[in-house]
Nanobody, 125 residues
Framework: QVQVTESGGGLVQAGGSLRLSCAASGYAFSAYAMAWFRQAPGKEREFVAGIRWIGGIPFSADSVKDRFTISRGNAKNTVYLIMNNLQPEDTAVYYC??????????????????WGQGTQVTVSS
């Protein structure tokens, strides 16, 4: 059974920074790509950033690309999301997702088969 676990959320003032961590684990599990999505109250889940394990080229949504950075960890199936200059509109539950096949683009949520429970990020003004 594959488990995806996020950590690092919390409350921060506008302009502050947070680092989210995500680890996917399971017998013989090997991620093709991992990504971060977020969902604010009353809004649909949206893509934040993703990265393929081979090559490691990150891809971020236009709304965050100048402030957020996704990176692979040294451990297999581990990714981080470094968020700088956080703003109140970044308040959301942040979800980590993983997939084992190349089906679908990095930003396509339905292409991910494994999801974490989410971690709350709250930015106060």
């Amino acid at each position: 059974q594959v488990q995806v676990t996020e950590s690092g959320g919390g409350l921060v003032q506008a302009g502050g920074s947070l680092r989210l961590s995500c680890a996917a684990s399971g017998y013989a599990f090997s991620a093709y790509a991992m990504a971060w999505f977020r969902q604010a109250p009353g809004k649909e889940r949206e893509f934040v950033a993703g990265i393929r394990w081979i090559g490691g080229i990150p891809f971020s949504a236009d709304s965050v690309k100048d402030r957020f950075t996704i990176s692979r960890g040294n451990a297999k199936n581990t990714v981080y999301l470094i968020m700088n200059n956080l703003q109140p509109e970044d308040t959301a539950v942040y979800y980590c997702a993983a997939k084992t096949q190349s089906f679908g683009g990095l930003s396509e949520a339905p292409s991910y088969g494994y999801w974490g429970q989410g971690t709350q990020v709250t930015v106060s003004s």
